[in-house]
């Protein structure tokens, strides 16, 4: 927790200053209250001195509201801009991170570290900056009180029973900790199991509901959801007991401190009922510091295990380094030599890609074939530097992809990757993800390259046509075909269509093909699942197993590839 306050700067920090002041101020104006009420109840005072001093008592009470409201207002400002600012930056930090980092990490457990566990962090800080030093200063001022108190009146051992009571209940919430704290970082582990099986179904709606499948994943969820409601009433089971001994020790002190006065020499001092009424104020006083001191430490408990999640985001640093060199790419030549490529570093796991070699010249069409799972789309995310090879080297331009600066290597590959991706907005300004400032001409051109003027134009406002989240209310191919226009919109040196054109049909398919043809110095790779989508490719890749097994043109591959062919034929036979 400690870690995350480097974001407190500046203003915030002052701010927090001054809510520690006015803090202090607060405390002082509750524990005066037993040193008043003890002359006030002092037989021996008058009727006007009475006054004064009720007079004292309600003016340090408004003081204390005043600055305890101050207070709260100042460290809830401090504790939302906090929170603001740590969500922002673990934003920006996420993507700075490579594919390799985010499938450590899983999509659902990034969403909750950014949303629920800086809300739970940002509320404990709220609580925390206030509570934190008045709970201290009521509960070890209270216990300050008593001594002073009880040294006032020759029974200076007041002060040590309560302590002793104090030095049992710190052991047994200590220990009550202990317990709970480990059932805290697994509750947010199934925090995120049961928020992966809440998007898993929310993104597959479709299919749920068109094959019926609502009982399954109810119980599915249900069996989940069982798993992180058992951990959280363990969790729960041991916190709430806290309280309950915190009353109970207290009020056992107490009892034991009037019973020894009322056993002592003085009980039958004119004082004993102004001191036992102070004594219950006192009381009163460090039970609240306590219950306050609990309640923060059980939501910096159950907080730690997010802060740990948050952290563990900011110390995640991207395989791979932004080169920022003067190695520009100048032409769409791409070259693999003996490229391997494995995701995790460990000798257990298996490659992805094996002992993958070939060449594609400017303006060459490359095709990609091979059945689910053969390491198609691995392949051409190694040509972008999603992921760097393990073995071997990806030459763009003569040069190295690792070596090559990396807004260069962006900005000179258009990709439409396997699932259309469109965001909430406009039709246009998905398109200008592809190029920022795009102009309606070339908006235009690459959607009569990508065949999406026809639906573009039969939309109310054109460009400006709204597109929901995940392109919901579009048809498969016109998202498809804007995905397709996305990428061709900055006339990129090399442009990956990552079956890209599976739900066009053939005859839109041919012509998307032949219009980006005309991009003559630009190196095209079609990853596809249909022989008819790339038996025109100067090249055809074909991968089994991560390796390639085929490598020529259509006509080359279908007599001398057993599994090309075999693919083709369980087409229809494409000649």
Not at 42 to 54: C, F, I, K, Q, S
Not at 379 to 386: Q, W
Not at 470 to 498: E, F, M, V
Request: hydrophobic share 45%; proline share 2%; charged share 20%.
């Amino acid at each position: 927790m400690i870690k995350l306050l480097k974001f407190l700067k500046g203003k915030d920090l002052w701010l927090t200053f001054i809510s520690f002041i006015l803090t202090i101020l607060q405390v002082v104006a509750d524990v005066v209250q037993p040193f008043l009420l003890f002359q006030v109840l002092n037989p021996n005072v008058t009727l006007v001195r009475v006054l004064e001093l009720g007079g004292i008592m309600l003016a340090a009470a408004i003081f204390g509201f005043i600055c305890g409201t101050i207070s709260t207002y100042t460290t809830a400002r401090v504790g939302v801009r906090l929170g603001s600012h740590i969500r922002v930056s673990a934003f920006k930090h996420i993507q700075s991170l490579t594919f390799k980092e985010i499938d450590h990490f899983t999509t659902p457990s990034l969403i909750t570290r950014i949303t629920n566990d800086i809300m739970f962090f940002q509320n404990t800080l709220i609580l925390s900056l206030r509570i934190v030093l008045r709970s201290s200063l009521l509960f070890f001022g209270g216990l300050v009180a008593i001594f002073v108190l009880g040294n006032q009146i020759n029974l200076y051992w007041i002060g040590f029973i309560f302590l002793a009571i104090v030095v049992v209940l710190i052991t047994i919430i200590s220990i009550i900790f202990y317990v709970a704290i480990p059932y805290f970082r697994k509750q947010q582990k199934l925090m995120d199991k049961t928020n992966g099986v809440m998007r898993e179904n929310l993104l597959g709606v479709r299919v749920v509901k068109a094959f019926n499948l609502q009982k399954e994943q109810i119980e599915k969820f249900d069996a989940q959801n069982s798993k992180l409601t058992k951990t959280s009433t363990i969790a729960g089971r041991w916190i709430v007991s806290i309280i309950p001994i915190i009353f109970f020790l207290v009020q056992i002190s107490t009892v034991l401190i009037i019973i020894s006065i009322g056993a002592s020499k003085d009980s039958v001092n004119l004082h004993s009922s102004a001191i036992i009424a102070s004594i219950i104020q006192i009381s009163s006083l460090v039970v609240l510091g306590l219950i306050l001191m609990v309640t923060v430490l059980i939501n910096i408990a159950y907080t730690k295990a997010s802060c740990d999640r948050i952290n563990a985001i900011f110390a995640s640093k991207p395989s791979i380094e932004r080169n920022q060199s003067d190695n520009m790419i100048e032409t769409s030549h791409v070259k693999f030599n003996d490229v391997s490529f494995k995701y995790f570093a460990n000798e257990e796991t298996e490659y992805a890609l094996r002992n993958i070699s070939f060449e594609a010249k400017p303006g060459e069409m490359i095709g990609i074939i091979g059945p689910t799972g053969s390491g198609k789309t691995t392949l051409v995310n190694l040509i972008t530097r999603m992921y760097d090879v393990t073995k071997g080297q990806v030459l763009i331009s003569n040069k190295d992809v690792r070596e090559i600066n990396y807004d260069s290597l962006r900005n000179s590959i258009g990709v439409s990757p396997q699932k259309s991706l469109l965001f909430s907005g406009t039709i246009a300004t998905n398109l200008k993800y592809g190029k920022e400032d795009a102009s309606e001409e070339e908006m235009t051109e690459a959607c009569e390259f990508a065949q999406a003027m026809e639906f573009i134009n039969s939309k109310d406002g054109r460009f400006d046509a709204i597109v929901e989240q995940r392109g919901t209310n579009l048809s498969g191919g016109q998202k498809q075909r804007i995905s397709i226009a996305r990428a061709l919109i900055k006339k990129p040196k090399i442009l990956i269509l990552d079956d890209s054109t599976s739900a066009l049909d053939m005859i839109t398919e041919a012509k998307v093909q032949q219009a980006i043809r005309k991009y003559k110095n630009t190196t095209i790779f079609l990853i596809g699942q249909r022989i008819s989508a790339i038996s025109k490719a100067d090249k055809i890749i074909v991968l089994e197993k991560g390796k390639m097994v085929g490598y020529g043109n259509h006509n080359n591959l279908m007599k001398n590839c057993e599994l090309y062919k075999e693919i083709a034929m369980s087409q229809g036979g494409v000649k």
